[in-house]
Each structure stands twice: as C-alpha cells, then as structure tokens.
C-alpha cells in the first residue's frame, strides 16, 4: 500500500515570497490533515479535511496562509507572503475514516520549509 | 483545551534497558490515543493506536498503556536497541470529529 506523498521534501525561500506544498493521501482515505512542525515541538494542525470540506481551520493563519483539497483526494497548502517564522515542516497526514476510534493516522515524509 | 505533555523530553540508555515513556493529558474525555516515531528529518511512524474503550496494545516489543481517568499513557519498550533510537511523540484525539493534539515528545538514544 502506497503511503502518504508530499512534495517537495526540502524548500528555501526568502520571506514575503510564496510557496506551495503537495500532498496525495492514501487511496481511499476521506480524511487529510496538515500539519506545523517546529523544531523541537510536536505537530500542530493548520487544517483538517474531511473529503473535500473543512472540518477545522481554527488555528491556520488565514491571512497567510491557504489549503484546499480539490475533488476530495489531492491536497495543497500555500503561504503568502512567507514569513520567519514560518520555518518548519509540514506534515500531511490522511486516516481512512472520521468517526471510528480505530482509525489510525497515517504521515506523509514532510515538507521542510526554510525561510531567510 | 486540551493539553499534552510528555516525560522526559529526552532519555539515553544503555542497550537492552527496559525503559518507560510517559504522556499525560488534561482532558480524560478522549477518542483514542496514537503513539508515533520520528527519525531525524523524517515524517512520523505510527506505532501504537488504543481506543478509548481499551486499556493497552501491544506490538512487537512496545506495549502501550492508556488510563483514561487519570489522564495518562505509557509507552514501554523491552529490550532496547540502537535501532530504537528516535523521538516517540502521542496523540491525542478527542471526542468525536476532534484532530490530534500532540505531545512534544520524548528524544530517545539507545546507546550500543
């Protein structure tokens, strides 16, 4: 079974510039997450998706940043402008289901942004 | 709001040490828990996933704990090896629809 694929694994930018990251979830799986990794943390979710609908952006910047997950399977995350803060990994993740509790998670390799 | 911490954030061990990992949350009312691996500059490994109805998985040489009233969850490895080395994060899932809520983790060496 093909895993979580996310693109690019390395990005260095110069702040107030744009990126953009990819994600294809496991086939078949309904829900797809993104997630914020700063060194030395654990992840924190940006946003949830749940098919093609939002489920919880309530902590994504949304004067900066973006995601949309268009037809229910691919998903992209974007950042405009960039700033220093924003130096991390972003993680995608998918699970097959929603509502059961026996739904494990599943991680992509993650995307590691640099911003300077 | 639910919160998550993990004790110790980092632990070195000589080879084949049973050794313990623990996470604590502050809200009991919980989905499930999932136990995960990270390797330097890696994505994370799921290891372990207890449903809020059970007590503890096992798998391997790892056996994950959960006790729901008091908050807490424990990750124990047997016999560790330098392969083990890694940082070992859980999550939280709370009721219903709810995301995970992470742990910042705890950084294991094994050392040979």
């Known amino acids: 079974e093909a895993g979580v694929a996310q693109s690019p694994r390395y990005k260095i930018i110069e702040k107030r510039q744009s990126v953009a990251f990819w994600c294809n979830p496991i086939?078949?799986?309904?829900?797809l997450y993104w997630y914020q990794q700063i060194l030395g943390q654990g992840p924190k979710l940006l946003i949830q998706?749940?098919?093609?609908?939002?489920?919880?952006d309530s902590q994504l910047p949304k004067d900066r940043f973006s995601a949309e997950r268009l037809k229910g399977v691919d998903s992209t995350l974007k950042i405009q402008p960039a700033k220093l803060e924003d130096s991390a990994v972003y993680l995608c993740?998918?699970?097959?289901?929603?509502?059961?509790?026996?739904?494990?998670?599943?991680f992509g390799q993650g995307t590691r942004l640099t911003v300077v | 709001k639910q919160e998550v911490t993990q004790i110790p954030a980092a632990l070195s061990v000589p080879e084949g040490e049973n050794l313990v990992l623990n996470c604590s949350f502050t809200?009991?009312?919980?989905?499930?828990l999932q136990w995960f691996r990270q390797d330097p500059g890696k994505g994370l490994t799921s290891l372990l996933l207890?449903?809020?109805?059970?007590r503890e998985q096992t798998s391997g040489r790892l056996n994950a704990s959960l006790d729901k009233s008091s908050g807490r969850s424990t990750l124990y490895i047997a016999a560790s090896q330098p392969g083990d080395s890694a940082t070992y994060l859980c999550?939280?899932?709370?009721?219903?629809?709810?995301?995970?809520?992470f742990g910042p983790g705890t950084r294991l060496s094994v050392l040979p």
């Open positions: 993740a998918s699970s097959l289901e929603w509502g059961r509790s026996n739904t494990e998670a599943f």
């Open positions: 086939s078949g799986h309904a829900t």
């Open positions: 998706f749940q098919n093609n609908g939002v489920v919880d």
């Open positions: 809200d009991s009312a919980i989905y499930n």
């Open positions: 207890i449903q809020s109805s059970q």
């Open positions: 999550a939280v899932r709370g009721n219903y629809g709810q995301n995970f809520v």
